[in-house]
């Protein structure tokens, strides 16, 4: 089931912000992806996830090419994506929230099947170790390491098969770093596929298996985090 | 303060206790305020306001603005006016037209905002105009008169006493507040109105759902434009002359959050019933309309001080 791109291009306008970008990851790995600002990281991810159309190249999650898939169809795929900004709709609910987009329903008219969803999330957060004071409340009135903790209980709320991270340690104070850390490496535990963009290398040494570094929207370096150091991937990273 | 209510209803305080206030002052000062008569009145003068309101909750509540309602009104007004007399006056046949016809708008306004990506304020401010213009140039200018009786019905009809506008307004409420507090449709309303990028990103359709709306608030505006239809016994397209900001004003008073994300059918329906006391209370006590109007704006800036920092400000 791994995920794979192949000769990925986007450009915004005259800017070409990712330059033929292929690279395939498997299941059960942990691939942190590295850069300089603007260097086309979230760029790819949101191709990957469907924000973005593809518009040249192809992106296939095991026998299956989905590079023209509606962000819809592709999370129901298995793919999930943790935005850098959440994506939260702060004055809704935390349970309106998880299931944004994949709400339970009754057919034919829509109608919400809250009790069920309720159910669904206290088990999920419980399972994730996550406590927030009501799941009625409005996101808003959450801290941001709550906050932060329902957009990745959302992700994996469904299962899903592909776990696409665009920063999610960056506002977080060190101890729900590590907790946020160790959700990670449970997922790659359940050998789901994890994409995690970030700027701390010291979250990459603690839970990546493999580093790329990116620049000016290619893969400069892909290697195994046993065959890199914090050095090396500095240095590439400024060269 | 009201915190421990469920959401709706606490939402509905602030607006309610403003009706109540309303209440108790007409019903001292003027007698008449609490007959069933008079009631059965007020709520029928608003019936119309009423329906676009609640269009208006919707597509507030979604982020957005809609200014076309009370051209719309008039449109559907003239057009199944005209089909009344000359095709077939059954209500059935004028609900279909005058609904259609809204539709038809309210789909137009939701498929230019996402074809053009231009803000709702601007292009319903076009279909305003066009719309408004086509209810003149359909007419003639004059008010279509003298209708068929059995059109008139949905205007002037009563069941248990009750006019038939009131009940129309009273189904739709109860509808529309069911649909955007317990169905997806609704949901996904407010989760656009919150963040439109953050709905699009989880896989909302934006523009099916805009369609949906403003279909909804152009459907509810064009049966707005059969009741004023029924009740005036004329197709005039000088109809609704800025209905839309009464409606508006209504959902704000109801406490909605202008910039969208929250919004409520129960405190729009509360909003709307403090303006039509207001309204009927003055009539009452022979205040003069132009007073009238001006006390409206007041309550409205009374209420959003009131409320300052809940209502998407700045403060
Ligand atoms: N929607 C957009 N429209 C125009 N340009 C964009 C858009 N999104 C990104 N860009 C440009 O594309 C380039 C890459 O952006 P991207 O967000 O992918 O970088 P990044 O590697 O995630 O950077 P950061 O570390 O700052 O998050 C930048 O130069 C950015 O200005
Ligand atoms: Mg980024």
Redesign the interface.
């Known amino acids: 089931m791994a995920l794979e791109v192949r000769d990925l291009r986007k450009r915004f306008g005259a800017v070409e912000v990712l330059r033929g970008v292929s690279a395939s990851f498997d299941d059960g790995t942990v691939t942190a992806i590295l850069g300089d600002n603007g260097a086309g990281k979230s760029t790819l991810l949101k191709t990957i996830y ?2 973005y159309p593809v518009e040249n190249g192809t992106v296939r999650l095991g026998d299956l090419d989905i590079s023209n898939l ?3 169809e592709r ?1 129901r795929q298995g793919i999930e ?1 943790v ?1 850098q900004d ?7 609910s935390v349970v ?1 929230n998880l299931f ?4 339970e ?1 009754c057919r034919p ?4 099947r ?1 009790k069920k969803m309720r159910a669904v999330a206290l088990q999920a957060l419980g399972k994730l170790g996550i406590t927030i004071p009501s799941l ?1 409340r409005p996101v808003a009135s959450l801290s941001g390491g709550q906050q932060q903790a329902i957009a990745i209980a959302r992700a994996l709320l469904d299962d899903p098969k592909v776990l696409l991270l665009d920063e999610p340690t960056a506002a977080l104070a060190a101890g729900e770093v590590s907790k946020t850390l160790a959700l990670i490496r449970s997922a790659r535990q359940e050998g789901k596929v994890v994409v995690l963009v970030t700027h701390r290398l010291n979250d990459v040494f603690e839970v990546a298996d493999r580093v790329i570094v990116m620049k000016h929207g290619s893969i400069f370096s892909d290697r195994a985090v046993t065959e890199t150091s914090p050095a090396q991937v500095i240095s590439e990273i400024v060269s | 303060m009201f915190d421990k209510l469920p959401q709706p209803m606490a939402a509905a305080v602030q607006p309610l206790l403003l009706l109540t206030l309303l209440v108790v002052v007409f019903a001292l000062s003027a007698p008449a305020f609490l007959s069933f008569a008079n009631l059965n009145n007020v709520l029928t003068a608003s019936a119309t306001v009423g329906l676009i309101a609640l269009g208006a909750t919707f597509v507030i509540a979604s982020g957005n603005i809609d200014l076309s309602p009370g051209a719309v009104m008039a449109l559907s007004a003239v057009v199944t006016a005209n089909y009344a007399q000359h095709i077939d006056a059954s209500p059935v046949g004028c609900v279909v037209v005058a609904g259609g016809i809204g539709l038809a708008v309210g789909l137009l306004n939701g498929w230019l905002i996402s074809l053009t990506g231009a803000p709702s304020f601007i292009i319903t401010l076009g279909t305003l105009s066009v719309a408004r213009a086509i209810a003149y140039i359909a007419s003639g200018g004059v008010p279509v008169y003298g209708l068929p009786d059995s059109a008139l019905i949905v205007g002037q009809g009563a069941l248990f006493g009750i006019h038939l506008p009131v009940l129309i307004l009273m189904v739709c409420v109860v509808m529309s507040g069911f649909t955007l507090r317990f169905t997806r449709f609704g949901q996904h309303t407010l989760h656009m109105g919150d963040d439109a990028k953050a709905a699009q990103a989880l896989g909302i359709n934006l523009p099916r759902l805009r369609l949906q709306i403003f279909g909804l608030a152009g459907a509810l505006a064009g049966l707005a434009g059969l009741i004023f239809m029924a009740r005036t016994n004329s197709g005039d397209p000088s109809a609704g002359q800025s209905y839309e900001l009464l409606g508006i004003t209504a959902v704000i008073l109801g406490g909605a959050n202008l910039f969208g994300g929250k919004a409520s059918v129960l405190s729009t329906f509360t909003g709307l019933l403090a303006l039509a006391v207001l309204q009927n209370g003055l009539n009452l006590l022979a205040i003069e309309t132009f007073y009238q109007v001006l006390f409206v704006g007041l309550v409205l800036i009374l209420s959003a001080g009131l409320r300052r920092g809940e209502l998407g400000s700045w403060r």
């Open positions: 469907g924000i509606a962000i819809r999370r994506m935005f959440l994506a939260l709709t702060r004055q809704q309106a944004m987009g994949r709400e329903v008219f829509g109608v919400l809250k009625e």
